[in-house]
């Protein structure tokens, strides 16, 4: 469940006939929450060791005031997961560098605690351990801390009070419940292109799904996927912004399943570069974390950037150099803190970027003013082994990843995870530990609850399917809301990034890139795999142009 339930992070993964693999269902994103979003409620920080003394590097004169300003090759403003990333990366070439972050803590809104036992994340929840995202980790010292999820775990969707799993491969599909007969058969004649043909416009995920699928892979898979993933609305999202690769099979090859052929195809025709010996090689479909959160990435991406990761300096203006480059000016602790640098990458969130973009870009501002970030809240809660429904059970255990709730099913939470099944050491023997999200697009109304009525909400759900109805009170280990959580990836996404793009091109500012979830993806794992693709743009652009 990228972002809630994204980033989700998913709890569910991608093994489909809509990709490479083998069942209806898309799931295959790993966040819940953005990054570097703003939050309600102020909680549990985490903070790196980075210095405050600042070691200015050669100096240039401004010709006009006649002030010298520190003069960096690169400044990555935002210290969440995509900034540091971006900023780990382009280091290795390029290591003249600063990470700028308004906040007290780096890593944006990845938020592990650790109490009384209890080991819980209160932002994105785990990652697909993509090879960029196991290259990431073991560069920084991490491979011995990867804990992986059990692929066999079972997946669930509730439907008409009961929880149902998800088909996990082929031979899954003739005998899971989630769907009737005659909806299977409406998927499979979809999928190999028994259906109507795509319209001239760009369709939201609703219309893409219910024209292929069918409506029951809509309403019972994809409908609570996005409310997980996205914490959206799929009558709004693009399936082209949200969901590309699937997009793009009926693009390629005429229908989901001749463009899944075709890219099997070409793949196997396309000599494979050798793998990385170094990367672990995880068993089928998993998530990942680390031995204690995902706060060890951010923490361990600034203990290697060191005294480059600048906390608590809030950028206030941007000014481009007649020169060349950008004039960059900080509110800090130290006081008013001004630099130049040949190159710069926005990675706040789109609100955040368009305020201080607005005076160089009145166009590239207002697209970037236009993406929506709804409220989300997680709430973690705990209960007893026993508060658990037997017919839940297997081995007198609960097992598995978690569920996910279509919005037609009369429960208000998104969906949940089973952490302490997930992920060993978050949970005392004897209890079990459940990560809920509650809000997203079609539930703004959280923002004006108290937390007990968050956590009210959640335990009505789970009496309805997971928890005995006469189990005790949960204990409540951690409430977070985040008021601006997920970027949507709505109807014209693409098109209004472009936009803000071409209006920095159209003003001359080259050498000033977008970043962050809004662009690569709301998912951890794609955040990471952006910051390579970013990191790359920007190393291009150092290694082509020199101050004259």
């Known amino acids: ?173 003739p005998f899971f419940d989630l769907m009737s007969f005659p909806g299977k058969l409406r998927a499979g004649f979809g999928a190999i292109g028994l259906r109507p043909s795509p319209p001239g416009y760009e369709e939201s995920v609703e219309q893409f799904v219910r024209r292929n699928l069918g409506d029951e892979v809509f309403e019972r898979l994809i409908e609570p996927f996005c409310s997980g993933v996205y914490a959206g609305d799929p009558s709004k999202l693009s399936m082209k912004a949200a969901f590309g690769k699937v997009w793009k099979l009926e693009q390629t090859g005429g229908s989901i399943i001749g463009g899944t052929f075709k890219a099997i195809k070409e793949k196997s025709s396309t000599p494979k570069p050798p793998r990385d010996p170094r990367l672990p090689t995880p068993k089928g479909q998993t998530v990942g974390s680390f031995r204690k959160g ?65 005076p160089l870009s009145v166009a590239a501002a207002d697209a970037l003013s236009n993406f929506y970030y709804p409220p989300v809240a997680a709430v973690t809660i705990s209960y007893p082994q026993e508060a658990i429904r037997d017919e839940r059970l297997v081995d007198g255990e609960l097992k598995g990843f978690g569920q996910l709730h279509p919005r037609s099913q009369g429960v208000e939470t998104l969906g949940t995870i089973y952490s302490s099944s997930l992920f060993p050491n978050r949970a005392p023997n004897g209890r079990v530990l459940l990560l809920n999200y509650i809000g997203g697009a079609t539930n703004s109304e959280i923002l004006s609850k108290t937390e007990s009525q968050l956590v009210e909400a959640v335990d009505r759900d789970l009496r309805k399917m997971l928890i005995k109805p006469k189990a005790q009170d949960p204990l409540v280990t951690g409430v977070r809301v985040w008021a601006q959580a997920i970027p949507q990836f709505l109807v014209g996404h693409l098109d209004t990034l472009d936009t803000a793009k071409a209006a920095l091109s159209d003003n001359g500012l080259d050498g000033l890139f977008l970043g962050g979830n809004y662009v690569s993806g709301v998912a951890l794992g794609r955040c990471v795999e952006g910051a390579y693709e970013i990191a790359s743009e920007v190393t291009g652009f150092l290694s082509q142009y020199a101050y004259k």
Request: glycine content about 8%; hydrophobic content about 35%.
């Open 1 to 173: 469940m990228t972002t809630p339930v994204a980033n989700h992070p998913s709890i569910f993964t991608h093994r489909s006939p809509l990709s490479s693999s083998s069942s209806l269902v898309f799931l295959n994103r790993t966040s819940f929450i953005p990054y570097c979003s703003t939050f309600k409620r102020n909680g549990w920080r985490t903070r790196c060791s980075v210095a405050k003394d600042y070691t200015v590097p050669p100096a240039e004169v401004d010709g006009d005031s006649g002030h010298q300003f520190p003069e960096l090759d690169c400044v990555v403003v935002g210290a969440g997961i995509s900034g540091l990333c971006i900023a780990k990366v382009i280091s290795a070439n390029y290591p003249n560098l600063m990470v700028t972050e308004a906040r007290d803590r780096a890593g944006g809104n990845i938020t592990t605690v650790e109490r009384d036992g209890y080991l819980w994340e209160e932002g994105p929840n785990s990652f697909q351990p993509s090879d960029p995202m196991l290259t990431m980790a073991v560069d920084c010292g991490l491979k011995d801390d990867l804990v992986l999820g059990d692929p066999d775990a079972p997946r669930f969707v509730l439907w008409k009070g009961k929880l149902r799993p998800v088909p996990a491969k082929l031979t899954d599909l």
């Open 294 to 358: 995902l706060r060890m990435l951010p923490d361990a991406i600034c203990a290697r950037l060191g005294s480059k990761v600048k906390l608590s300096w809030k950028l206030s203006s941007i000014t481009k150099s007649e020169k060349g480059g950008y004039f960059l000016t900080y509110e800090t602790p130290e006081g008013v803190v001004s630099l130049r640098s040949r190159s710069i990458v926005m990675t706040v969130p789109s609100y955040v970027a368009s305020n201080i973009l607005r």
